[in-house]
């Protein structure tokens, strides 16, 4: 067992947090104030920070030898420390790399050329007005209507909804059946439009959340990425193996992905005990400075022990994923833990902080008001926990 990054490694974490440090840190508090990112600023992102490994395009696609899995996550963490709302814009626009893996024919070539330059931004869009957790019930429809299928429904909560190009969106093609009345498709913007609307929300208010609404786009054939009469391999929409294939490698991508969420919790989290060791050092009551009293020591103890506890969690789902292990146990204690981690380390920094931690003087807020962010999407706390319990009773506390 070896805890320590390899050289490479610490060097590419150095990099990455001198750039960030450099290019970033300084815009952060006023630009996050101001709403959401355009298109044009995310694309912007993508291509400066592409060379740092972030947005990376995988060997298999066409792209550089593949980072492995626990190098991609340091980066991850790194930006999370600095913003956040900019962690969550690229981590989800990465999801145009999985939509690539999914596309075909011509969609699959005009994605490649858009994402070897950074300039295609991806989205997920499952959840719905009234579909959260449970994402049986989706209602937004494909039908064929003539010779062509369109897409019917509203999408809310979508990360990046407003300035996606591709969206990979679940959607239902039958009734009462569940699951296995759904399919996946892939929507490329220009062919399949959408309208989309950004909220103000407590936290991450930079990074774009978006409702969309589909008023009978159009979705060519071939972007129907994964039905389950297409796994069956006939009938209607054809794709067979080949389509299966594309689900497995699709639902791999997204698990990456999703570690992004653990990641940014663990980043903030660090940040939050660096900002209350240095305000302990500097802030004196009582004639000394307020590190020296014994409950500030237990609550930055406390602090340091979840960050830690949530680094280890993470950074062992993510090297299980690596290893081509089952790790679903894992992934689930490690979304739970961490984001609920970050909750902890952040509201006891704002309390290190006193009144002052409440202020937009201090950055210790808005690390509570982004943190406050991460215990909904992917999953929230409490489906991680029954995740956990089927795991490990084999018994579902939910269908
Ligand atoms: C910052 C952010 C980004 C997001 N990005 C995306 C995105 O890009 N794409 C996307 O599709 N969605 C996204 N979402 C939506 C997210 O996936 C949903 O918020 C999440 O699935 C929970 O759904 P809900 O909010 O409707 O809560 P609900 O499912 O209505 O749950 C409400 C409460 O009830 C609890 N609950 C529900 N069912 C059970 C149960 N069986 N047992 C115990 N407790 C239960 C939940 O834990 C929660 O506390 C995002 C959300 C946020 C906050």
């Given at each position: 067992m070896d805890f320590e990054f390899t050289e490479e490694q610490k060097m590419l974490q150095t990099t990455i947090r001198d750039f960030l440090e450099k290019e970033?840190?300084?815009?952060?508090d006023e630009r996050d104030r101001q709403g959401s990112f355009t298109r044009e600023e995310v694309i912007g992102y993508i291509k400066k920070m592409m060379p740092l490994g972030f947005y990376h395009l995988p060997e298999e696609l066409g792209g550089e030898e593949r980072m492995d899995a626990i190098t991609g996550a340091i980066g991850s963490e790194e930006l999370a420390r600095v913003w956040p709302s900019l962690s969550g814009a690229l981590g989800l626009a990465g999801l145009a790399v999985a939509a690539l893996a999914m596309a075909r024919g011509e969609t699959k070539e005009k994605l490649r050329a858009k994402i070897e330059k950074g300039e295609s931004i991806g989205c997920l869009a499952i959840t719905e007005p009234n579909v959260?957790?449970?994402?049986?019930?989706?209602?937004?429809m494909l039908t064929k209507s003539g010779d062509r299928y369109v897409v019917n429904g509203t999408k809310t909560w979508i990360t990046n909804g407003s300035i996606a190009d591709v969206a990979i969106a679940l959607v239902q093609t039958?009734?009462?059946?569940?699951?296995?009345?759904m399919a996946t498709v892939l929507l490329d913007r220009d062919v399949s439009p959408w309208e989309a609307t950004d909220f103000h929300k407590i936290?991450?208010?930079a990074c774009p959340t978006s409702e969309m609404s589909f008023d009978d786009c159009p979705v060519p054939e071939?972007?129907?990425?994964?039905a389950p009469w297409m796994l069956g391999g006939s009938g209607e929409g054809g794709g067979g193996d080949k389509a299966a294939q594309a689900y497995f490698d699709f639902m791999q991508r997204l698990n990456g992905i999703r570690a992004g969420m653990w990641l940014i919790s663990i980043g903030i989290a660090q940040a939050a005990v660096d900002a209350s060791i240095k305000y302990a050092k500097e802030r004196i009551q009582f004639g000394k400075?307020?590190?020296?009293?014994q409950m500030v020591q237990e609550m930055i103890a406390d602090m340091l022990t979840d960050t830690w506890s949530a680094r280890l969690l993470t950074y062992r789902a993510i090297w299980l994923g690596g290893q081509g292990v089952k790790n679903r146990m894992e992934t689930s204690l490690a979304k739970g833990f961490a984001t609920e981690a970050a909750l902890r380390v952040t509201s006891k920094a704002i309390q290190i902080h006193g009144a002052m931690g409440l202020s937009e003087e201090y950055p210790v807020e808005r690390y509570f008001r982004d943190a406050r962010m991460l215990t909904m999407p992917d999953g929230t706390t409490q489906i991680m926990k029954l995740i956990v319990g089927r795991e490990v009773l084999g018994m579902r506390a939910y269908t």
């Open positions: 970033i840190a300084p815009i952060v959260g957790s449970d994402t049986s019930a989706i209602e937004t039958e009734k009462g059946k569940g699951q296995m009345g936290g991450w208010r071939q972007n129907i990425i994964v400075p307020l590190g020296s009293f």
